[in-house]
């Protein structure tokens, strides 16, 4: 169910919830917040040891040195500062409350289906790096979709070693089986042979998996978009899809997506788009 916690969260405390959780206060160094739907903090979140992980939202007024996951959007009032943060929605930093520099500066932003802050970056720190247009579920099924393909080729040539034969050669199995000496030795091969196609036919289906997951990560791309409302300042560091752009001078009220050329992707720069609320 939801938990709702009048005050603050204080150092070392863990809050975990199936439903929501909504915090009055704080949340303090080293604090762990874990909830199946969203974390709403009305004050802020500090520590470089704190983390909330969300199954869907997190709203909070300002996030320092924290780390954020979350499975829909993070929106933050004031600030964000040397945050480590993914969304697999939004990331929006309004900017309530503070200087023209101070929005969202240094971290790791990543935001699977854009980031609009009211500024990013900051003349005083160039650490600040953004993704956009990568669903970060989908990489970590990517990287167990790898792992799994890794098991099934060292099962695989386990089996090949053990009827052997250096790989799925039909020709080369039927050789083998000429040669058993007896019917059971035949059969222990053909049985043998049975287990490496399913593999192999597992391993078919693991890459037709990735492929699809590709090609949902490039549309995702091309439909996202980094804008900012006020101050871009130089040395951001943008990443698109599979496009990376350093920020070279300080620039306002503009926006970046994705392109598709003739032979490659590029990151274009234009007017800013979308809405601060």
């Not at 204080?10 to 919830?17: D, E, H, L, M």
């Not at 600030?79 to 939004?90: C, E, K, L, T």
């Not at 970046?256 to 007017?271: A, M, T, Y």
Request: aromatic letters at 4%; glycine letters at 12%.
């Amino acid at each position: 169910g939801d938990v709702v916690i009048g005050g603050s969260v204080q150092p070392q405390f863990s809050v975990r919830a199936t439903g929501s959780v909504t915090i009055e206060g704080y949340v303090e160094v080293g604090a762990y917040i874990t909830a199946g739907k969203d974390i709403i903090i009305k004050r802020g979140v500090i520590g470089a040891t704190t983390e909330l992980v969300a199954g869907e939202d997190v709203m909070t007024k300002y996030i320092q040195e924290a780390t954020v996951r979350a499975g829909g959007n993070v929106r933050i009032g004031s600030y964000m500062f040397n945050a480590s943060v993914r969304a697999g929605g939004q990331v929006v930093v309004t900017g309530k409350g503070e200087g023209k520099s101070r929005a969202l500066v240094g971290g790791l932003i990543w935001g699977a289906r854009g980031i609009l802050a009211k500024s990013i970056g900051s003349p005083y720190n160039t650490r600040t790096k953004l993704v956009a247009g990568i669903d970060p579920e989908l990489v970590n099924r990517s990287e167990q979709i790898r792992a799994n393909k890794q098991t099934c080729n060292e099962k695989q040539r386990a089996m090949l070693e053990r009827i052997g034969v250096p790989s799925l050669d039909v020709a080369l199995i039927k050789q083998k089986l000429a040669f058993c000496r007896s019917p059971k030795d035949k059969q222990k091969i053909l049985m043998m042979v049975k287990r490496i196609a399913k593999v192999a036919e597992l391993e078919q289906s693991l890459l037709k998996e990735i492929e699809e997951i590709a090609d949902t990560q490039r549309k995702l791309a091309l439909q996202t978009y980094i804008s900012v409302h006020g101050q871009l300042f130089a040395g951001v560091e943008l990443r698109i899809g599979e496009q990376t752009q350093i920020v070279n001078d300080d620039v306002g009220k503009v926006s970046f997506n994705l392109v598709q050329g003739d032979d490659e992707q590029s990151i274009q720069q234009g007017p800013y788009k979308g809405a601060m609320r």
